[in-house]
Structure formats: C-alpha cells, structure tokens
C-alpha cells in the first residue's frame, strides 16, 4: 500500500490580539492624562507663588523701610552725640560755619566734627585757613562719609542727608558758637533742635550751607492716638 504524503503545516502568523491592542491604547491615554496634570499643577504653583510675593512683598517693604528708618536714627544719635563731645571738650558746639577774616564762610559744622565722627584722618587733610572749594581741599571733599548719608534715600558720594536748623533763636547761627549752659537757660535739650533729616539733598558735606526752620516739612512719624 502507498502511504500519503503528510499535510503541509501552514505557517503561524502572529496577530495582535484585541488585549494587546487595548493595552497599547491605554498607555499611551494613561501619559498623555499625566502630562495634562503634571501641567496644570505647575501652573497652580506658579499662580500660589505669585499671590503669595504680591501678599508678602507689603510685609517685606515694610520690614525693610523700618530698618533704614533705625539706621537713620541712629546716624542721628551718633551726630548727636559727636556735637554734645565736642560741647564738652570746647566748651560749645561748633558754629554753623567758620569764616575767614572778612567773614566769609570757609567750613561747615560738620567739617568740624569729624575727628568726633571718628574721621581724624580727612580733617587732618584740611586747610580749615582756606575755603571747603579751595583747589587745597576738593580732594578731601569728595571724600564718603556713610554716617552723614541717610539709608533711607538713594544719595551716594559726598552729599549729605543731616543738617541743623539755622537762623536767630537756633543754637546754630553762623559763626556763633552756643554753649550748653545757654541752651538750658533757654528752651533746654529736651525742646531743643540739633539734626534733621532732609531728602533729595544736593549740599556737600563739607560746603557750609544747612536750612532755615522755614526750609523744612516736617514728616509726622507719631501717628494717630
């Protein structure tokens, strides 16, 4: 008997069954769906970080005038007390100005003060014979002194931000010189003027020129009751 010959295999194609093609789709959905969160998160950040500058900047700003306004106030004190040593080693405070012997003015008080500022090394430098524009002086002129700048306004280089107040009455009134014992006959310390602050000030420390108690806009910083 003649045997036949066996059937012929047909060959196994793989096809993507309906799971496959479903786990595929929701892959793809699952990173898409992320990407859409992970997005809208950062922009729900971005926004709470936003407010939350825009809320603290107020608190921030504030914190940092209340530190220039203490720096300030003690620029002050200190001037203060430099004007109250040298009434205790000369015996007055110094003038508003000194002159020359025609009476022009040469230097300004707070030329004066420095070796009670702590600056013996500038007034060691000055000519106090010759006027605080004379070409002998301008060198130190230009020179920096931080404690007569006010932090609280952008000023830079030799400009100063504290004057005195002058005039008749003012223990400050050009050439003459005012004793301590003399302020307390009159209005006496507690009442009475030495430094303020001015904003926007265009006088050189060393130029002998201040402002009149007409000059001046007191800033109310007492508040209500």
């Not at 003690?74 to 109250?84: C, E, F, G, H, Y």
């Not at 952008?154 to 014992?181: C, I, K, M, R």
């Not at 001015?198 to 002998?208: L, R």
């Amino acid at each position: 008997m003649s045997q036949e010959p066996p059937p012929k295999r047909q060959p196994i194609i793989s096809k993507p069954t309906v799971t496959q093609a479903r786990t595929s789709s929701g892959s793809g959905g699952v990173i898409a769906l992320l990407v859409v969160v992970l997005g809208a998160v950062v922009m729900v950040s971005v926004c709470v970080i936003g407010i939350l500058c825009a809320m603290l900047y107020p608190a921030i700003s504030a914190a940092r005038d209340a530190a220039r306004r203490a720096q300030s106030m003690n620029n002050v004190r200190q001037i203060s007390m430099a004007m109250l040593n040298h009434a205790s080693a000369k015996g007055s405070f110094p003038p508003q100005y000194t002159v020359d012997q025609q009476g022009n003015p040469l230097h300004s008080w707070r030329t004066r003060l420095l070796p009670y500022l702590g600056r013996d090394d500038l007034y060691a430098q000055i000519d106090l014979e010759k006027p605080w524009d004379d070409p002998t002086n301008l060198a130190v002129g230009s020179a920096t002194i931080d404690l007569l700048l006010s932090p609280r306004y952008a000023q830079t280089g030799n400009l100063t931000n504290y004057v005195v107040v002058t005039g008749e009455g003012h223990v400050f009134d050009g050439q003459q010189e005012t004793s301590l014992p003399r302020i307390a006959a009159g209005d006496g310390m507690a009442t009475t003027i030495l430094v303020v602050e001015i904003a926007n000030s265009d006088i050189q420390w060393s130029e002998p020129r201040d402002v009149s108690i007409d000059d001046l806009a007191f800033e109310d910083d007492v508040g209500p009751d």
